[in-house]
């Protein structure tokens, strides 16, 4: 969890209120906080009841980022700040390495094929490894679209159970 | 809608012209990839090309938001104010049109923003995020052009009767870009190498026409438009005109 400035070390204030907002659920995956999915980058503490929220997009049209922008708002609200502002950062981009471990372990609960670990960019080339489906556990499946219910998905299909899956893709 | 993104260290554009025909690129092409909806080959195409829509809208809405107010610029500007690409906004024709176009765009694009996020300017940021983006869509027009390039005798005259017909506007897309510091010309030879390995394995052949040409390709930027254009542009506006203000 990154709280507070670059600069500065957060506050125990500042590290509450971001337990706060990282609690709130991803709209689309309802399983996964904003903290497991990584999307929240800083809780900042402006003034008495005056707090601003970083958060970044999964991608860049993501619709739901107004969603979790109004769903943080209201989780400060209920906590006694009056004042939210929550702002987009795109820089650094956000990655599926972002996502916990705990936050993986949801995901393919959920039925999702959670996204395969990519290491640092430019770092040495990641073994390619199977894709599993998350209600058998085989490693036999096949790709039936690049684009699924989301732009972060990809539509999947095992060979095993039959079973048709959603794959949270590598970005 | 509005938009409230920082991009990283630089707050407002230094260079609102390039930034401008960027969004215009992103937004009218998610416009024209929006109008498959319902009416795609099936039904995982009418997904997959709403999702890359999506994504181009979000470029758009950050690009936009950097010279202006985005809704303005989106619905009040004329035809001749808009600074696309003549490519993007080529009617869908059929399928393997809508493919011919994402691919010379697509592979265009990921040269583009793989070189602006190596750099240093207000638009590193977003290209940083993006090209991780588009090359899932160069991915998905590449694969598409293998199966309908090396598929039926009739998908192979379609598919190259597409790529021939879109080739002309695809000079333009290597025009320097006011205010960004970019070697166009490597670019373009990359762009080209990409291609042609696409087409040869797709046993396709890469046209043999100019790339740009005729009076009417290639002066998307200087707000010149091919003909369809402003019927597209009549439809993306005519809500937003008609109810000046209107929210829900």
């Keep these: ?171 | 809608m509005t938009a409230r993104t920082t991009t990283g260290d630089a707050g407002a554009t230094t260079v609102p012209a390039a930034t401008l025909a960027l969004g215009d690129d992103a937004l009218v092409l998610a416009q024209r990839l929006g109008e498959w909806a319902g009416g795609a080959p099936v039904l995982e195409e009418e997904v997959a090309l709403a999702n890359i829509a999506l994504d181009l809208l979000g470029q758009a809405r950050v690009l936009l938001s950097l010279v202006g107010d985005e809704d303005e610029l989106a619905y009040l500007r004329e035809e001749r104010a808009f600074r696309n690409c003549q490519l993007v906004e080529q009617p869908n024709g059929d399928f393997a049109h809508t493919i011919a176009r994402q691919l010379y765009f697509s592979t265009y694009q990921h040269l583009l923003y793989r070189r602006l996020a190596a750099g240093d300017s207000p638009l590193a940021g977003l290209a940083a995020k993006a090209v991780k983006e588009v090359a899932y869509h160069q991915d998905h027009a590449e694969h598409w052009t293998l199966r309908l390039g090396d598929g039926t005798e009739e998908s192979h005259r379609r598919m190259q009767a597409a790529c021939d017909a879109l080739w002309r506007y695809t000079g333009e897309l290597f025009q320097p870009l006011d205010g960004l510091d970019l070697d166009t010309e490597a670019m373009e030879r990359a762009w080209l190498d990409s291609v042609t390995a696409v087409l040869g394995r797709a046993t396709l052949t890469v046209p043999p026409g100019p790339r740009t040409g005729a009076w009417s390709a290639g002066a998307g930027r200087q707000g010149l438009h091919t003909e369809s254009f402003g019927r597209m542009l009549a439809e993306m506006q005519h809500l937003h005109r008609s109810h000046p203000g209107a929210s829900w």
Excluded at chain 1, 85 to 99: E, G, N, Q, R, Y
């Design chain 1, 1 to 171: 969890m990154v709280t507070g400035s670059p600069t500065t070390a957060p506050t125990p204030l500042e590290e509450e209120l971001a337990r706060i907002a990282g609690a709130v659920l991803d709209p689309e995956l309802p399983v996964l906080t904003l903290a497991e999915l990584g999307v929240l980058r800083g809780v900042h503490v402006h003034g008495p009841g005056r707090v601003e929220v970083e958060l970044t997009p999964t991608y860049t049209g993501c619709p739901a980022v107004e969603a979790m922008s109004t769903d943080i708002e209201n989780a400060l609200h209920d906590h006694g700040i009056p004042d939210v502002s929550v702002v987009t950062v795109l820089s650094p981009a956000w990655s599926t390495d972002d996502i916990s471990e705990e936050g993986r372990r949801k995901l393919a609960e959920f039925g999702i094929a959670p996204p395969r670990p990519q290491g640092p960019a430019g770092g040495p080339i990641p073994l390619t490894l199977a894709i599993r489906c998350p209600h058998c556990g085989s490693t036999d499946t096949e790709l039936l679209s690049r684009f699924s219910s989301t732009a972060c998905k990809a539509l999947r299909r095992c060979a095993a159970c039959r079973e048709p899956f959603d794959h949270f893709k590598e970005l």
